[in-house]
């Protein structure tokens, strides 16, 4: 059973940079073999997909965080990471750490593994 938990979330003026991380537990080749992802849900929308990376480690962002945001992964510490940069208030919402086996998508449906959740939060 894969188990994901997110942390690095806060608050922040526009413009400055985050990262984010999620631990990855419970199967030691999560990041080898599966497709791992991360979502932002802001309050009154729709979850939106941010970036995923697969297992070969190639990229995919969200137009509204291409250039800005960068995910990564660390095979050794079972970490995925999401570092946030030149962060605009409309970036405030909660962000999800995701996992799926197989092919990269970025859409939530495809996901069956997720964490709890860490807070962003974007002041103008």
């Known amino acids: 059973q894969v188990q994901l938990v997110e942390s690095g979330g806060g608050s922040v003026q526009a413009g400055g940079s985050l990262r984010l991380s999620c631990g990855v537990f419970?199967?030691?080749?999560?990041?080898?073999?599966?497709?791992m992802a991360w979502f932002r849900q802001a309050p009154g929308k729709e979850r939106e997909g941010v970036a995923t990376?697969?297992?070969?480690?190639?990229?995919n962002y969200g137009d509204s965080v291409k250039g800005r945001f960068a995910i990564s992964k660390d095979n050794v510490k079972n970490t995925l990471l999401l570092q946030m940069n030149s962060l605009k208030p409309e970036d405030t919402a909660m962000y999800y750490c995701?996992?799926?086996?197989?092919?990269?998508?970025?859409?939530?449906?495809?996901?069956?593994?997720w964490g709890q959740g860490t807070q962003v939060t974007v002041s103008s």
């Open positions: 990376i697969s297992t070969a480690g190639s990229t």
């Open positions: 995701a996992a799926r086996p197989g092919r990269c998508v970025l859409q939530d449906s495809a996901f069956g593994y």
């Open positions: 419970g199967y030691s080749y999560t990041l080898e073999m599966y497709c």
